[in-house]
């Protein structure tokens, strides 16, 4: 009787950068930084440590390229039109939406910071606005860093938790009932009922509202150019 035929065994999956680091994307979002060791991604991919140098040269070369890969994925693309503090303001709360998907990148991302194209498009659509409507050289970038550095520090805030959380206020104030003068804790006292209570879309919400309304009123206080004048009378 002819021998049964054995199944072949499937081919590995090839081992390409890509698959290296969207693995670790995934070691990241289940055990946290620490968690991410050269082992541990060997392990969860099948191969040998040594193997995954062709393609990455390190656990920091690994973090940055792990970033990189979730910075690719947002989409920063805010409404072609309507005025450029809606349109602004739509790019900050779309950042700050997408961010909070990968929360172990964005600490890495704050910390040791990452220019991959993604953000360096997302910077440029942000100066663009600026540009387009108004600012103008250092104007623009610092208007920028204003809007791009309010949103990364209240996501990292955000994300890090329990600081000035409602329950920081009573925890805190717990230890110092005697050693802490009445008057010292008068106004954090009389605002206790609304300190237990917190709406971070709110405050954020109100952050970019009062952002752009300092900016847009900079703004209008610029004298106007002459060259900018000419062509505002020639196109009429």
Same mark, same amino acid.
């Given at each position: 009787?002819? *021998? ?8 590995? #999956? @090839? ?28 392990? %969860? ?16 070369? /690994? ?9 690719? @994925?947002? #989409? ?28 172990? %990148? ?15 498009? %997302?910077?440029?659509? /942000?100066?663009?606005?600026?540009? !387009?409507?108004?600012? +103008? ?7 920028? @860093? ?11 805030? !955000? ?23 009445? +008057? #010292? ?10 300190? /237990? ?7 954020? +919400? %109100?952050?970019? *509202? ?9 703004? +209008? ?16």
């Amino acid at each position: 009787m002819p *021998r049964p035929r054995r199944q072949a065994k499937p081919a590995p #999956d @090839r081992l390409t950068r890509r698959r290296v680091v969207e693995t670790g994307l995934r070691l990241l979002a289940e055990r946290g930084r620490d968690g991410v060791s050269m082992r541990a991604l060997a392990e %969860a991919l099948g191969t040998a440590p040594m193997s995954l140098y062709r393609h990455v040269r390190g656990k920091d070369d /690994l973090l940055r390229a792990v970033v990189a890969l979730v910075l690719e @994925r947002m #989409d920063l693309v805010p409404p072609s039109g309507g005025p450029w503090t809606e349109r602004v303001g739509a790019w900050m709360h779309t950042l700050r939406d997408q961010l909070r998907g990968s929360p172990a %990148a964005v600490s890495i991302l704050i910390e040791h910071g990452n220019y991959a194209p993604a953000l360096l498009r %997302a910077t440029n659509t /942000l100066l663009r606005i600026l540009r !387009e409507a108004g600012f +103008d050289g250092p104007d623009a970038v610092r208007a920028s @860093r204003e809007i791009m550095w309010s949103t990364l520090g209240f996501v990292s805030a !955000e994300l890090r938790g329990p600081v000035f959380s409602p329950s920081f206020y009573v925890e805190a104030l717990r230890p110092l009932e005697d050693a802490t003068r009445p +008057d #010292d804790v008068a106004e954090i006292a009389a605002h206790m009922p609304h300190l /237990l209570t917190r709406n971070l879309d709110e405050v954020f +919400d %109100a952050i970019v *509202r009062h952002l752009l309304a300092g900016l847009a009123m900079e703004l +209008d206080r610029k004298p106007v150019r002459a060259d900018a004048a000419a062509a505002g009378g020639a196109s009429r």
